[in-house]
């Protein structure tokens, strides 16, 4: 077993489900204690249950990222049950879509409160813990549609592009502190969200997968393995860099 994370403390938001769930448990594994976060009790709970049953240390903090209130207790959890903070991954976000036309004030505000807010509280939050430890990693979640323009994911596609740019900024702010600052864009990976979604499209997941260039989807593992990779000492020099994790969708596209 892999120990790069042994005696290290990570933190995640939307760690319930998906990605973020991945991640949570691949650092687990690799020795981390873990901090889950998820506005669902019950899939936060699951996922620190499934990483006590594995061996591994975790706990949760249930909250909403579009408080930054929440985001706070995430970090401030992290650092009084574990005396500090080494790695805080910004994955919660928000994907109702729609034309622009028929997209509300309400649906702009929410997808934009948890999928840009949330990760600008997470990132604010954490650099401030970090910044007087000296050393830390924070690595926000962005997507594929963040590259480029997406029909029906104006507001989704608007606040992860916002994500890549805040991402940039507090790398060169905190490089001085010992900090990096990265991001992930993954591209059509096989979330619950994303395989609801293909399977409302003719020909359904099948054919989606088909249109790629590799012929499949990728998986949520593969997604955490670059997140770990970018938290991890082998990427002591990587700081505000922005991985596409899309089986080359995006070299094609943009």
């Not at 939307?14 to 949570?24: N, V």
């Not at 873990?34 to 990483?51: C, K, S, T």
């Not at 207790?73 to 622009?100: F, H, K, W």
């Not at 054919?207 to 593969?222: A, F, H, I, K, Y």
Request: glycine residues 12%; charged residues 15%; aromatic residues 4%.
């Amino acid at each position: 077993m892999s120990t790069r994370f042994t005696n290290k403390v990570v933190a995640i938001t939307g760690a319930g489900s998906g990605i973020g769930r991945a991640a949570a448990l691949a650092f687990a594994a690799e020795g981390a204690q873990v901090l889950v976060n998820d506005r669902e009790a019950d899939r936060a709970g699951q996922a620190a249950a499934d990483i006590t049953a594995a061996g591994g240390a975790a706990s949760t903090l249930v909250g909403d990222v579009s408080l930054s209130q929440t985001v706070d207790q995430v970090v401030g959890e992290a650092v009084s049950r574990y005396g500090r903070l080494d790695v805080m991954v910004n994955n919660a976000a928000c994907s109702t879509g729609g034309p622009i036309g028929d997209t509300s004030d309400e649906t702009w505000r929410e997808v934009m409160s948890v999928t840009l807010d949330g990760v600008f509280y997470g990132v604010r939050a954490a650099m401030r813990v970090m910044s007087e430890q000296g050393s830390g990693s924070v690595i926000n979640i962005s997507s594929a549609a963040g590259l480029g323009g997406e029909p029906g994911l104006s507001a989704y596609g608007a606040a992860k592009a916002a994500v890549m740019h805040l991402t940039r900024t507090a790398a060169l702010e905190g490089a001085a502190s010992g900090l990096r600052v990265n991001c992930v864009c993954p591209g059509t990976i096989a979330t619950p969200p994303m395989l609801a979604w293909a399977d409302m499209l003719p020909g359904g997941r099948e054919e989606l997968s088909q249109r790629l260039p590799g012929g499949r989807m990728g998986t949520v593992d593969e997604v955490a393995a670059v997140i770990l990779f970018l938290a991890s000492d082998e990427a002591s020099y990587v700081n505000g860099a922005v991985y596409t994790v899309d089986d080359a969708v995006s070299a094609g596209s943009y």
